[in-house]
């Protein structure tokens, strides 16, 4: 929706607000505020994959707008501590500067982990703020920081004061009026700027479609200490380690109960550790004990806490239920429970691992039924107390799906902020604001970028989508070896991984062998350029390329599979004989291929007496590969032996390519 302008309002001070994540998804908050010259980012978080993206560990935001703006970046501001709000810094660090970062202690306490790890602790300067505080960034804009509450600590929502006007930005958020810690979310400050007037608020909107309020953290702790307080024998609990709140009840419970804790996993151990070096959690030191010692305890006075809530596959507690983890065993008698709920798209792997932990007899305690998790995002009365305290003049839900994103617009409809008044986008879109305008403007590049378990190799588009038919249809090799004058000289061999087929070897090779000599014959010239008494250029790389699509084309045709095609061509010198293909010779290289086929499954004795011919190839020639993302490393001699059918020619034995 947008307001329509006359000239002179849109060359009136703008403010140009570009979400570059976080919008129509969950993960991988990025925003960008920009006035004249400059440029302020708000949070830069990841997502995880989703099925299919094979290998990709994160998911980040594609940044080339910021790379080509890093000129204009004054600063960053962080809301909170967690992973989609701050988990991108690191790898961005890596492409642009950010002079220098504000945010939380324990935001910043855990960021600057992440930087160590990465190595980028020198590419920007971190600075911790407090509740109220304000800090200038560039000319234009002035942040306060105020403190929220969330299912983590130290949060906070940001009130930005730019030259047209001021922003409310939420941050994540739910009115919880009874925090675990102690620190109240200081509503009287987003009063305070509602009373003042603001412009625009931009607000969480993850649990727009559930009605009523979020409940209170505390809600959990009578549940959680019901069936820590019951169990007999062990208890083995699980929730996200930055739920720092929660964690802090359970090790509570843990101490109430006369229970020794035990911790498993990475992010358990660090988050533990920062809250309660900055004291966000409170707790003796000998509440711990490693886990090697905590086996020789009785189980009933031992609790262990560990990540895996969301199924992880390499998270402590799905290897303990799959029985691959070298310290922890389930036990019969141990009660488990899920102190949170699944992220929608790990909602299976969450089911599975319960499963697993029932089959191997353990009590599982899970689900919304039981009480024991709450979300940190406020539901639709939450929203409505953010619309009112905040009575902004225009309205934009954000950190949502679009559904989310539409009902959170609902709401602040029902609250008075009038439907022109208010703009659902998604990343990429550049809100432009005036003091008495909201439209949508241009979009600047916006999308993902995915990263391997290294974090540090990039998974592109094209290599994912050579994955995803890896992982659906297998691959097939096909090896051609083609004179320099344009013919085939010895039949095609195909190689298949994992392909499901109705055809058989021979039927393979024949249409292999057919779209290879449709190629030579029909597009040889375009590929070749002849110089006068010189030896004609091959471009051998698109002959590969052409057949590799003429026989994707063909198999998705005749078997209605997209297996990775890919073609090696092995070049042979002007003058070697010209195979003619089994359309020529049907019988006899039929009998030939089922003999190949017979030797390839039978032992080493038998593989000595292959049939093959020796090609005569100059020493530097490769075989050239195109589909492959690296290339073969191993160099083709002088000789290239070969495999044809038998009867065609002297008896050697196979080597370079068996
Ligand atoms: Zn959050
Ligand atoms: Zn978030």
New binding site residues.
């Given amino acids: 929706m947008t307001i329509s302008q006359s000239p002179e309002q849109i060359k009136k001070p703008t403010l140009r607000v570009i979400p570059l994540g976080?919008l129509h998804e969950?993960?991988k908050?990025t925003c960008v505020f920009e006035y004249g010259d400059d440029l302020m980012l708000v949070?830069a978080?990841l997502a995880f994959p989703s099925d299919g993206m094979h290998g990709v560990n994160v998911v980040l935001p594609d940044t080339s707008y910021l790379q080509e703006n890093q000129r204009r970046i004054r600063g960053m501001i962080v809301t909170?501590g967690?992973e989609?709000?701050i988990g991108g810094i690191p790898h961005h660090l890596k492409n642009f500067t950010i002079p220098v970062i504000y945010g939380p202690r324990l935001a910043m306490s855990m960021l600057e982990g992440k930087m160590e790890e990465a190595g980028v602790t020198d590419r920007t300067v971190i600075k911790t703020v407090n509740p109220r505080e304000t800090v200038q960034v560039g000319q234009h804009f002035k942040v306060e920081f105020i403190r929220n509450t969330?299912s983590i600590a130290d949060s906070f929502s940001l009130a930005i004061t730019t030259p047209v006007g001021v922003i409310i930005f939420t941050?994540?958020f739910k009115f919880d009026h009874t925090p675990v810690d102690g620190e109240y979310f200081d509503i009287q400050r987003i009063a305070h700027y509602g009373e003042r007037g603001v412009l625009c608020l931009f607000s969480?909107s993850?649990n727009a479609e559930l009605p009523g309020f979020t409940s209170p953290e505390r809600a959990v702790f009578p549940n959680l200490a019901r069936h820590i307080g019951q169990a007999k024998h062990r208890v083995i609990l699980t929730t996200f380690a930055s739920s720092t709140h929660r964690v802090a009840m359970i090790l509570e419970l843990a101490l109430k109960y006369g229970r020794k804790v035990g911790l498993l996993g990475r992010s358990m151990l660090n988050v533990i550790s920062k809250a309660r070096e900055l004291g966000y959690i409170r707790c003796p030191d000998d509440l711990f004990v490693p886990i090697k010692q905590i086996r020789d305890l009785p189980d009933r006075e031992t609790l262990l806490l560990m990540t895996g809530s969301q199924g992880e596959p390499l998270a402590a507690l799905s290897r303990i239920s799959r029985g691959e983890h070298p310290q922890v065993q389930v036990k019969p008698t141990d009660t488990i429970i899920f102190s949170a709920s699944p992220i929608p798209g790990n909602t299976i792997s969450v089911v599975h691992t319960i499963d697993r932990l029932m089959i191997l007899g353990a009590k599982v305690i899970y689900g919304k039924g039981e009480g024991i998790h709450v979300s940190g995002?406020g539901s639709q009365e939450d929203e409505k107390l953010m619309l009112a305290l905040a009575r902004p003049k225009y309205f934009v839900p954000v950190?949502g799906e679009h559904r989310m994103l539409v009902a959170h617009a609902k709401t602040a409809h029902s609250m008075g902020v009038p439907p022109d008044h208010t703009l659902i986008i998604d990343n990429g879109d550049i809100v432009e604001l005036t003091c008495d305008s909201i439209r949508k403007g241009d979009t600047v590049k916006s999308g993902i970028e995915l990263l391997d378990a290294s974090r540090n190799g990039i998974v592109d588009s094209r290599v994912l989508k050579e994955r995803q038919q890896l992982a659906q249809d297998g691959i097939v090799t096909v090896l051609a070896v083609i004179s320099m004058d344009g013919h085939i000289t010895a039949p095609p061999r195909i190689n298949l991984r994992g392909v499901v087929t109705t055809a058989d070897h021979y039927k393979m090779t024949s249409w292999a062998e057919k779209e290879i000599i449709w190629i030579l014959d029909n597009r040889w010239k375009q590929l070749t350029r002849n110089i006068e008494g010189k030896v004609p250029e091959v471009d051998w790389v698109g002959v590969q390329r052409e057949i590799e699509v003429a026989i994707q084309r063909r198999l998705r045709r005749e078997l209605q599979v997209e297996p990775l095609i890919i073609c090696l061509v092995q070049p042979a010198p002007i003058g070697t004989p010209e195979y003619k293909g089994s359309v020529q010779s049907e019988t006899d290289n039929r009998i030939a291929v089922r003999n190949r086929i017979a030797r390839d499954t039978s032992t080493k004795e038998s593989t000595r007496s292959r049939e093959v011919v020796r090609l005569n190839v100059p020493p530097t020639d490769d075989i050239i590969t195109t589909s492959s993302t690296t290339s073969i490393p191993a160099k083709v001699g002088t000789d290239l032996e070969f495999e044809i059918p038998v009867g065609r020619t002297r008896r050697r034995r196979s080597a370079a390519l068996s």
Avoid: E, L
């Fill in positions: 976080g969950i993960g908050n949070d978080g909170h967690h989609d709000h969330h941050g994540d969480d993850t995002h950190h």
